[in-house]
């Protein structure tokens, strides 16, 4: 198999050579390093690896350089290396140069020269990036191969899950592959038994529910425990970390999740204002960081099913699942936030998940490549969905019912989108149809102000339309707003109408609901902030919560 490529780019020979020899001792047996000594030299080089198809994963460049400097080598670089992760030696007069090129250049990191002793300054670094570019990349080398048609929702559903659940696959597509019709012949399958999903092993799963793949990929599916004291309902941002705190201050504690750890933020390409990763790091580095991290300290993950019910029975709570299954718990914190509401446009729905999505993925991004894309919304998650699309779309349109663009997104992404030359925003527009029988075909656009209705050719409508929590699981003992969120803390007494419903002649816990035991963090919270970091500070905040609750009980 082809190693990837680590290309190291200094003028110094003693730098050069040092750098090489630090590379090579701790990533010689996984990676091919290759070194040059100069900018326009290893533009050359990088243009051989891409005759060569040879996927390139870290360039690491001295910034001082005469002939071009290390910032402006990296931005020519980057349309030959798109995927590379890279890095910038620079000596500390150079920091604020290093910092300016995080946002312009997409830099992933600037080094201090020395970095000796490397175990120390270098290789955490360069480990990190390495194993980021290996999750994102893995599909190259991936053993799972998934056979499906295009616009088919259940080959959809299975891509999304396997990219969220970290599983590395290979898509391949009826009537474009000609390896996917290949195995199809060849394994006798018929139109419904897709997609079909094979697996390393040789094992070929015929139109799969996702419990299924879950099981056969050896994805933790059940409840080990016959009683926990611990059971979170979610594994977006606040239950992961409500699983971490929980795993690592000894409580018996799991997670069940309906699909792929991360929830919301697993589907953002970029998470900017997460406290202390100055370049942003997608929801999916986040999301896999963080559930990796819960299992390590002891948390178990169920995946693949859906929480249908909650039932109090005295001190204990039971958590019924879609399947009948039960999982009981002394405790529970529901993490469930929130899902996008659903445009509500002739012909859109008998589309949706064949070319009508609610929110995106890096998997269809790539998919749409080359096409015409749609975006509908205007707040930050629309904004970076259109940045993220238009890498690979020819053109994004973003079809904004307001005014402006700048009263509902962040000033940084408003200036990206306004720059971007393929990226087209329509002001005072909405979507108020849509065709198509396999997949969609058109779009029927309607200026607000004129009330003028245009047709358009489109194969792929992206919306980002605000959320809604999906709370009518609960039983009625926990308390609600109008909109479906959860009643927490001094709201419980003052504002449900049924006051007598809180039982203990203690008041509710911060984060506990209007059932005692029964606590809930995050965006499906009434009043929460609808933030990464928020979400996992109430996470976590929540467990503590949960520790007083049970000492009491
Ligand atoms: C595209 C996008 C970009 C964003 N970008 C940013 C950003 O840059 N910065 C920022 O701070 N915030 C951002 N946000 C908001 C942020 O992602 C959310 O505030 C955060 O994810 C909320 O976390 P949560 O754990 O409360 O809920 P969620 O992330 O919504 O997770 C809830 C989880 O619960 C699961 N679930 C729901 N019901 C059940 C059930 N009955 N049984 C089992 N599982 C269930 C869901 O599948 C999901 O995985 C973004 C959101 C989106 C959609």
Redesign the pocket.
Request: overall charge positive; proline content about 2%; charged content about 20%.
């Given at each position: 198999m082809t190693r990837a490529i680590i290309l190291t780019v200094d003028d110094d020979p003693a730098v050069s050579q040092a750098i090489a020899r630090d590379l090579r001792e701790q990533y010689a047996g996984d990676y091919q390093i290759v070194r040059s000594g100069s900018g326009p030299e290893a533009m050359g080089v990088l243009e051989e690896l891409t005759r060569r198809d040879q996927p390139v994963a870290l360039i690491v460049s001295d910034h001082r350089m005469p002939e071009m400097t290390g910032i402006e080598f990296l931005e020519l670089a980057r349309p030959l290396a798109p995927d590379a992760k890279m890095v910038l030696l620079t000596a500390y007069a150079d920091t604020d140069a290093a910092i300016t090129a995080i946002n312009e250049i997409g830099l992933d990191h600037y080094l201090m020269k020395p970095w000796a002793p490397p175990e120390e300054r270098l290789y955490p670094v360069l480990d990190d990036l390495l194993a980021d570019w290996e999750l994102a990349n893995a599909a190259r080398f991936a053993g799972v191969r998934v056979v499906g048609h295009r616009w088919s929702e259940r080959s959809h559903d299975t891509r999304l899950f396997l990219a969220r659940n970290h599983v590395p696959y290979q898509w391949l597509e009826l009537e474009r592959d000609p390896e996917a019709d290949r195995l199809l012949a060849l394994l006798g399958a018929d139109g419904d038994e897709l997609p079909l999903v094979l697996l390393p092993d040789g094992t070929t799963l015929r139109g799969p529910t996702l419990l299924q793949i879950a099981d056969a990929l050896g994805l933790h599916t059940r409840a080990e425990a016959d009683l926990y004291d611990l059971v979170i309902?979610?594994?977006?941002?606040?239950?992961l970390a409500a699983a971490v705190y929980g795993a690592s201050e000894g409580l018996r504690t799991a997670v069940?999740?309906?699909?792929a750890p991360?929830?919301?933020?697993g589907?953002?390409s970029?998470?900017?204002?997460?406290l202390g990763f100055p370049k942003g790091l997608s929801?999916a580095d986040l999301s896999h960081r963080a559930a990796t991290q819960a299992r390590r300290l002891g948390a178990e993950m169920v995946l693949a099913?859906?929480?249908?019910a909650l039932e109090t029975r005295g001190c204990v709570h039971a958590l019924c699942l879609e399947d009948g299954s039960e999982i009981e718990t002394r405790a529970v914190i529901v993490?469930?936030?929130?899902s996008y509401r659903l445009l509500d446009a002739p012909g859109l729905a008998e589309v949706t998940g064949r070319g009508v999505f609610y929110?995106?993925s890096a998997s269809e991004a790539r998919s749409a490549e080359g096409d015409d894309v749609y975006i509908v919304g205007a707040a930050?998650?629309a904004g970076?969905?259109a940045l993220h699309l238009a890498r690979f779309a020819r053109k994004v349109v973003m079809l904004v019912r307001g005014t402006a663009i700048e009263t509902s997104m962040s000033q940084y992404l408003v200036a990206r989108i306004h720059e971007a030359a393929n990226i087209e925003v329509r002001l005072e527009t909405e979507v108020v149809g849509g065709t198509g029988t396999d997949h969609l075909d058109s779009l029927t656009l309607r200026h607000r102000a004129t009330g003028a209705e245009e047709v358009v050719p489109a194969s792929w409508l992206f919306v980002?339309i605000g959320a809604a929590p999906?709370t009518d699981?609960l039983p009625a003992a926990v308390a609600r707003d109008a909109n479906g969120f959860i009643v927490t803390g001094p709201d419980v007494v003052l504002l449900d109408a049924d006051r007598a419903r809180w039982p203990l002649r203690r008041p509710p816990g911060l984060l506990e609901t209007s059932v005692p035991g029964v606590f809930t963090?995050?965006?499906?919270r009434r009043g929460s902030m609808?933030?990464?970091?928020s979400?996992v500070g109430e996470?976590a905040s929540a467990v503590h919560l949960v520790h007083l609750h049970l000492e009491s009980s």
């Open positions: 309902v979610g594994a977006g941002p606040a239950g069940v999740e309906r699909a991360g929830g919301q933020a589907q953002s970029r998470i900017e204002n997460y929801g099913h859906d929480v249908v993490a469930t936030g929130v929110g995106a930050n998650s970076q969905a980002f999906r699981w963090a995050g965006d499906v609808k933030r990464v970091a979400a996470g």
